[in-house]
């Protein structure tokens, strides 16, 4: 992604969105409401203002709300829409690099609202009582003479509008005449598909008669239309049937019970946004970043090696097309010449990023594995299988003469330095050669299978070797070979089972690399803590490799905290990119990161081969239990179900009715389910 200027970001970000590395605000705002839902009441809220904004997507369209709360408790909402498709000029003082960012899309203020009028007065609902998120953004308005406006925001799943829904309920005891005034705004601009319109309305009728107890609902649209398109087409009632079926087959699908209700709502709260950012495109349908800049493009690290291998346990079709998609097009682009794969390609397809080689193809070789013995599809397996083969020729040949394998820079893209060689590519070449040798057996590739693994048994040396490293008088790893300093990705091996250096990596983790926010980039003397800089797709990875390699307890200490924080804390409800880049939002792949935490690291979910698949389950000292229920292995729904039973575990495997393992085992210890 687009190299930021940090220190232009900090400023802008402390300002937002109230939140800073070292955040001083560690009370919670919002509560747990229902399993599916967290609440904010202002009645009794003291911590005023406050600032936050959260991004909700469809097909067609993705919108960042920004939201203020001031200290008299009015509401001031600013609503950032986004129509990824409809790609805009270049202006004539702008960058070229604009041209990635080129999205339709406009901001619309608080002043754009229809008028409502009772008793020869303006109804004016700004103070707020409550607000509610539950994959939509609700905000439950002071009453006023009577009348209570309830005002619920969502994006159409499929087609290019946003809907902020406006209930007005008569809550006295006489029947009340109220009046509306429309709001009604057009803005049209030539783009590179013709004519874009900007279209935001209220479509609400003139005079309603209310009776004791009453509603009336209407719509305010913000849309966008296309040459002959009309907006007329927009339909709210369909709009929000849409979004809540699509929110029931999320809730329905891969659903976490454990005895930690914040974790188990985090989790859900994570599959929405883990899966509502997904486009139309060009390559058809694909999972994007989202944040504000990233649409209708993918890019090696966020869909090849973050979300694509997630998807297949979610049972949510769009998601798996989306991934499918997104393997094949970097199988499509396989360099001819001898050079680096693409790294994304962006605004609908149509740029390749191939100007750095950040070890994308180790990126790829891992996620297009996993992701392929995760689903059992042997037709995909084979249709993508050019793309890993090249992917490890390439890694391969890269290696220096130690055998770590070289790359110009990492996921980070050059804002910090990463040597000629790191330790991230390196351990996700690793990775995915263990996966790629279990994918070629069951593709009777069985040649390939012992060459990969003998390539994967050195690649563990070489990490060891050349990485390991004494870092602050820890047993761990240098990033790279001059590194000094200690790194967010140590904590990479844990992720693959290498634990030969888990005791210094964790500590160096979670000691000192660890903060309010979660994990460091870099442990700096010479960077003040406020502008230090954390991603939060390091902290996943670390607690999924803490879990991964038997020390549940420590990383479910950290994972309460982090959990409750993103839940419950300053800026909500999801995983966050990074502080101080981008305003700390709510990028997509992060979310699903998140749920793997809880399907690769507690459950140690790992595919074996189409039909095996070996189960690790660790109960942290605080559980009982814990149920994951319609998860889909090798597109089969099944019930995990691990229940402490005196000093074991007992676990039970169901899938159709049928009982596919129901066995005793120690905690932490592995069991094959055949399936």
């Known amino acids: 992604m687009k190299k930021k200027i940090y220190t232009c970001c900090f400023l802008y970000t402390f300002i937002f969105c109230g939140a800073i ?53 009015n509401l001031s909402i600013t609503k950032d829409v986004i129509f990824p498709q409809l790609r805009t000029y270049n202006k004539s003082n702008e960058p070229d690099w604009k041209k990635y960012r080129a999205y339709f899309r406009k901001k619309v203020g608080n002043d754009a609202n229809p008028a409502i009028s009772y008793n020869e007065k303006l109804i ?24 209570m406006v309830t005002k619920t925001i969502y994006p159409s799943m499929e087609n290019r509008f946003l809907v902020e829904q406006w209930d007005v309920k008569n809550i006295d005891n006489t029947e009340k005449t109220v009046f509306f005034t429309n709001y009604n705004l057009q803005q049209k601009e030539l783009g590179y598909k013709g004519t874009y ?9 003139d005079r309603m008669v209310l009776a004791p107890n009453e509603s009336y609902s209407f719509p305010m649209y913000y849309g966008a239309t296309l040459n002959e398109e009309k907006a007329s087409d927009f339909d709210f009632k369909e709009a929000l049937k849409e979004r809540k079926q699509y929110l029931k087959t999320i809730r329905e699908n891969l659903v976490l019970q454990t005895p930690d209700e914040i974790i188990n709502t985090l989790f859900y709260f994570s599959k929405i946004r883990a899966s509502e950012s997904i ?24 869909q090849v090696e973050y979300s694509g291998p997630f998807f297949p346990y979610l049972g949510y079709k769009a998601a798996n097309t989306a991934a499918f998609n997104t393997y094949q097009k970097f199988l499509e682009n396989i360099p001819k010449e001898d050079t680096h794969i693409p790294y994304a390609f962006e605004v609908d397809g149509i740029f390749p990023m191939k100007h750095l080689d950040r070890g994308d193809a180790a990126m790829i070789v891992y996620g297009t594995s996993l992701y392929l013995l995760s689903t059992g599809d042997i037709a995909q397996s084979k249709q993508l299988w050019p793309l890993i083969e090249w992917s490890i020729a390439y890694c391969h040949k890269k290696r220096n003469k130690e055998g770590a394998v070289q790359s110009a820079s990492d996921e980070m893209e050059g804002r910090i330095e990463t040597g ?56 761990t790893y240098k990033y790279f070979e001059e590194n000094n300093l200690l790194r967010h990705w140590i904590c990479l091996p844990l992720t693959m089972g290498i634990d030969k250096r888990k005791e210094g990596t964790l500590a160096a983790l979670f000691k000192k690399l660890w903060t309010k926010n979660g994990i460091l980039v870099e442990l700096n003397p010479e960077v003040p803590v406020e502008k230090a800089i954390f991603w939060d797709r390091a902290t996943l990875y670390a607690l999924r490799g803490a879990m991964k390699v038997g020390e549940v307890n420590l990383a479910y200490d950290k994972l ?38 809880i399907t690769e690291g507690l459950l140690g979910i790992e595919p074996m081969g189409f039909g095996k698949t070996q189960l690790s389950p660790s109960l942290p000292e605080a559980w009982d239990y814990i149920e994951l229920k319609n998860v889909y292995i090798s597109d089969k729904p099944m019930d995990i179900s691990v229940k402490r039973k005196e000093r074991k575990l007992q676990v039970k495997v169901v899938s159709d009715g049928k009982v596919l393992l129901n066995k005793s085992i120690k905690n932490g210890n592995s069991i094959m389910v055949i399936h």
């Open 197 to 205: 319109r900007h279209e935001v309305y209220s479509n609400a009728n």
């Open 124 to 147: 004016i609902p700004s103070k707020i009582d409550s607000v509610k998120i539950s994959g939509m953004l609700t905000f439950y308005c002071t009453p006023v003479d009577g009348l």
């Open 279 to 302: 486009f139309d495109s060009s390559m058809g349908l694909v999972h994007s970043p989202g944040g504000g800049n990233y649409y209708t493009g993918i890019w090696a690290n966020d």
């Open 21 to 73: 590395a070292q955040d001083t605000k560690s009370e919670n705002y919002w509560e747990l409401a229902d399993g599916k839902s967290i609440t904010w009441d202002l009645t009794k809220e003291e911590k005023l203002p406050h600032k936050d904004n959260i991004e909700l997507s469809g097909k067609k369209v993705s919108v960042i709300l920004y939201y203020e709360i001031d200290t008299a408790k």
């Open 560 to 597: 309460k905290s982090y959990s409750q924080k993103r839940l419950l804390g300053d800026h909500v409800p999801y995983a966050i990119e990074a502080f101080p880049e981008n305003n700390m939002k709510h990028l997509s792949a992060e979310s699903a990161l998140y749920c793997r935490i």
């Open 420 to 475: 000629t060689a790191n330790l991230s590519t390196s351990t996700l070449y690793y990775g995915g050669l263990r996966y790629a040798s279990r994918l070629a057996k069951e593709l009777k590739l069985f040649d390939k299978a012992s060459l990969y693994e003998k390539r994967a048994d050195e690649m563990e040396k070489v990490i060891e070797n050349y990485f390991g490293s004494t870092m602050e008088g820890l047993e």
